[in-house]
């Protein structure tokens, strides 16, 4: 599970709060960066670093959007379609996913590299279309950008 | 009001780092409020007649005095970057141009609330925004100026910590009582109010929610003045304001001007008028959660919160979403309303039901089965939403539904046609 280093990071998470349970968050950010989604092993190992009950991890985890239970493509292509991005091209965007790669929305690649979904506003709507690519913000996107960037995390895949 | 010269987002070269902040007289109104009493600080505040840029435009020193002057427990201050309102991307201008301004202003608001410790919240997807606001707070503690080494670094007694809280993608904790109850590690289900926060907040103790950019106002109206601040833009509503716009513009982007402009001079001159010269259809003046504007009322309407209650919507985000002629309103009403029914906390009925009932009715009506009928449908379900619940989420659902139907229903009509 967690190296010595982590749990000196979720040491630091809990030293934030006057109360553990607050740390639940930054902790599932943590395990969902290491395993890239939370099983329910996950969520034990989580409520038992912060010694808090499993059923509240497991209420937090299902509530919020960023914290998976199920995997994902090692690629997450988060397309924002929210209207600024609409009026600027998400349809572009998700075509030109779709041509090149071969899944849309909800889909995942037979190889596991690549899986796209519809994000609600990321809060790029000065640089529309967007998406996120893991962490990454890809703004002002062309069809052009778009292959261009697949190709590359093709090759790094 | 082009002779505006920006303090929020001034443009200066790496005024992100610290010793280039500190180059600028950084850190310096942080100074002198450690040496005036929190009433001096609120009283100042209350002048400028500064009010929330988050959405409400509640006044800001009135919120600060409802914090108790004294008592048992701790206090605690909450600023909400949590900028997931459809339209608004200007906190992050903040986060990643002038993290410094929002520190210091966190620091003068915490002498002014008498607080233990800030809690800066910003959503989960600003991962790298993220780093740089915990980098600038990092560096703000080696200083002094934040933390045990304040006394030292300005005399006084007063510390206070401050700490980034990372949100994980939810829209609804940027609702001040489900943010707290983000950070408190539970379910961020909005709370039922009263009791306030300023009573109850963030783990029973008394705590103020203020936005990013509402913050980051707070070390200018120190260092410049109140009567500064209120010469600025509208009269019941002054001071800069980060106008975000996008959708059919040439120049979108975030622009620090004062309140109160019109809304024409910022489509057309500030964001460089419509791609290809088409009309306005529709325009969103403040986050996609307030009333939409038909194109051909925008003469002389103002951005401000005074004028634009006047023309029946509001100043939200300031998040402004233009649509030329070409627009299908049916189109954007169903994407709106899908956002706030995956967004729907699901805690109340008539928000959990109705957001899903009036997506399913628009859904229709964009496959081509809907009939005139569905409008008045669709108003009715909007109506029974709006008011009956327990945070605002389910008016920020109703709204565009209902104000959309009232004032597009010839566009939605003929859309019906198709």
Same mark, same amino acid.
């Given at each position: 599970?967690?190296?010595?280093?982590?749990?000196?990071?979720?040491?630091?998470?809990?030293?934030?709060?006057?109360?553990?349970?607050?740390?639940?968050?930054?902790?599932?950010?943590?395990?969902?960066?290491?395993?890239?989604?939370?099983?329910?092993?996950?969520?034990?190992?989580?409520?038992?670093?912060?010694?808090?009950?499993?059923?509240?991890?497991?209420?937090?985890?299902?509530?919020?959007?960023?914290?998976?239970?199920?995997?994902?493509?090692?690629?997450?292509?988060?397309?924002?379609?929210?209207?600024?991005?609409?009026?600027?091209?998400?349809?572009?965007?998700?075509?030109?996913?779709?041509?090149?790669?071969?899944?849309?929305?909800?889909?995942?690649?037979?190889?596991?590299?690549?899986?796209?979904?519809?994000?609600?506003?990321?809060?790029?709507?000065?640089?529309?279309?967007?998406?996120?690519?893991?962490?990454?913000?890809?703004?002002?996107?062309?069809?052009?950008?778009?292959?261009?960037?697949?190709?590359?995390?093709?090759?790094?895949? | 009001?082009?002779?505006? !010269?920006?303090?929020?987002?001034?443009?200066?070269?790496?005024?992100?780092?610290?010793?280039?902040?500190? !180059?600028?007289?950084?850190?310096? !109104?942080?100074?002198?409020?450690?040496?005036?009493?929190?009433?001096?600080? #609120?009283?100042?505040?209350?002048? *400028?007649?500064?009010?929330?840029?988050?959405?409400?435009?509640?006044?800001?020193?009135?919120?600060?005095?409802?914090?108790?002057?004294?008592?048992?427990?701790?206090?605690?201050?909450?600023?909400?970057? &949590?900028?997931? @309102?459809?339209?608004?991307? %200007?906190?992050?201008?903040?986060?990643?141009?002038?993290?410094?301004?929002?520190?210091?202003?966190?620091?003068?608001?915490?002498?002014?609330?008498?607080?233990? /410790?800030?809690? #800066?919240?910003?959503?989960?997807?600003? @991962?790298?925004?993220?780093?740089?606001?915990?980098? /600038?707070?990092?560096?703000?503690?080696?200083?002094?100026?934040?933390?045990?080494?304040?006394?030292?670094?300005?005399?006084?007694?007063?510390?206070?910590? #401050?700490?980034?809280?990372?949100? /994980?993608?939810?829209?609804?904790?940027?609702?001040?009582?489900?943010?707290?109850?983000?950070?408190?590690?539970?379910?961020?289900?909005?709370?039922?109010?009263?009791?306030?926060?300023? !009573?109850?907040?963030?783990?029973?103790?008394? =705590?103020?929610?203020?936005?990013?950019?509402?913050?980051?106002? #707070?070390?200018?109206?120190?260092?410049?003045?109140?009567?500064?601040?209120?010469?600025?833009?509208?009269?019941?509503?002054?001071?800069?304001?980060?106008?975000?716009?996008?959708?059919?513009?040439?120049?979108?982007?975030?622009?620090?001007?004062?309140?109160?402009?019109?809304?024409?001079?910022?489509?057309?001159?500030?964001?460089?008028?419509?791609?290809?010269? %088409?009309?306005?259809?529709?325009?969103?003046?403040?986050?996609?959660?307030?009333?939409?504007?038909?194109?051909?009322?925008?003469?002389?309407?103002?951005?401000?919160?005074?004028?634009? %209650?006047?023309?029946? *919507?509001?100043?939200?985000?300031?998040?402004?979403?233009?649509?030329?002629?070409? =627009? &299908?309103?049916?189109?954007?009403? =169903?994407?709106?309303?899908?956002?706030?029914?995956?967004?729907?906390?699901?805690?109340?009925?008539?928000?959990?039901?109705?957001?899903?009932?009036?997506?399913?009715?628009?859904?229709?009506?964009?496959?081509? &089965?809907?009939?005139?009928? &569905?409008?008045?449908?669709?108003?009715?379900?909007? %109506?029974?939403?709006?008011?009956?619940?327990?945070?605002?989420?389910?008016?920020?659902? /109703?709204?565009?539904?209902?104000? =959309?139907?009232?004032?597009?229903?010839?566009?939605?009509?003929?859309?019906?046609?198709?």
């Amino acid at each position: 599970m967690f190296t010595e280093e982590e749990l000196r990071k979720v040491e630091e998470h809990k030293s934030h709060y006057p109360d553990n349970l607050s740390a639940v968050m930054g902790v599932l950010h943590m395990y969902m960066d290491k395993y890239g989604h939370i099983t329910d092993e996950g969520v034990t190992y989580v409520a038992s670093l912060l010694d808090v009950p499993e059923e509240k991890v497991l209420g937090v985890v299902t509530f919020y959007e960023m914290y998976h239970q199920h995997k994902t493509g090692k690629y997450k292509l988060q397309v924002c379609t929210n209207v600024s991005c609409m009026l600027r091209g998400s349809d572009m965007v998700l075509q030109t996913i779709k041509d090149k790669i071969g899944i849309g929305i909800g889909e995942t690649t037979s190889d596991g590299v690549f899986s796209v979904h519809e994000a609600e506003c990321l809060g790029s709507c000065g640089t529309a279309p967007m998406m996120s690519v893991n962490k990454d913000y890809h703004e002002n996107l062309t069809p052009e950008k778009i292959n261009e960037l697949i190709d590359q995390l093709k090759a790094q895949a | 009001m082009t002779d505006y !010269q920006p303090v929020l987002l001034p443009g200066t070269p790496d005024l992100h780092r610290i010793d280039v902040y500190e !180059q600028h007289g950084g850190y310096g !109104q942080a100074r002198r409020a450690m040496s005036m009493s929190p009433e001096e600080i #609120i009283d100042v505040v209350k002048d *400028s007649g500064l009010r929330g840029r988050g959405g409400a435009a509640f006044p800001t020193g009135l919120k600060w005095s409802f914090m108790p002057k004294d008592g048992e427990k701790p206090s605690y201050l909450c600023v909400n970057g &949590d900028e997931s @309102e459809p339209g608004s991307f %200007k906190d992050r201008q903040i986060f990643e141009f002038n993290p410094h301004l929002m520190i210091e202003g966190i620091l003068i608001a915490g002498r002014a609330l008498r607080i233990k /410790a800030a809690y #800066i919240y910003i959503r989960g997807e600003y @991962e790298k925004w993220v780093q740089m606001v915990e980098k /600038a707070v990092a560096d703000a503690y080696a200083k002094g100026y934040v933390g045990e080494k304040m006394k030292e670094t300005f005399g006084g007694d007063f510390t206070c910590d #401050i700490y980034v809280h990372r949100g /994980a993608g939810a829209y609804i904790c940027g609702e001040e009582s489900s943010l707290m109850n983000s950070i408190e590690g539970i379910r961020p289900y909005p709370r039922v109010k009263p009791p306030f926060p300023a !009573q109850v907040g963030l783990w029973g103790c008394p =705590t103020t929610i203020n936005n990013v950019e509402t913050i980051a106002n #707070i070390p200018v109206i120190l260092d410049k003045g109140a009567e500064w601040f209120k010469s600025i833009g509208a009269e019941k509503h002054p001071g800069p304001i980060l106008y975000g716009i996008s959708g059919h513009v040439n120049k979108p982007g975030v622009y620090e001007l004062p309140t109160g402009m019109l809304l024409t001079e910022l489509i057309y001159d500030v964001a460089g008028g419509i791609p290809g010269d %088409k009309k306005v259809k529709m325009v969103i003046p403040g986050g996609s959660s307030m009333p939409p504007l038909r194109g051909d009322q925008l003469e002389g309407v103002r951005m401000d919160a005074e004028s634009l %209650k006047d023309v029946g *919507s509001a100043i939200g985000t300031a998040g402004i979403m233009v649509m030329d002629e070409d =627009t &299908d309103i049916t189109r954007i009403l =169903t994407r709106i309303t899908h956002f706030y029914k995956v967004e729907s906390c699901g805690q109340c009925t008539p928000c959990r039901e109705g957001t899903g009932w009036m997506l399913k009715v628009l859904n229709r009506m964009l496959d081509g &089965d809907g009939t005139p009928k &569905d409008l008045d449908l669709l108003h009715s379900v909007a %109506k029974n939403i709006e008011g009956n619940t327990v945070c605002a989420l389910g008016d920020a659902a /109703a709204w565009p539904v209902k104000f =959309t139907i009232e004032r597009f229903r010839d566009e939605l009509e003929a859309e019906l046609q198709r």
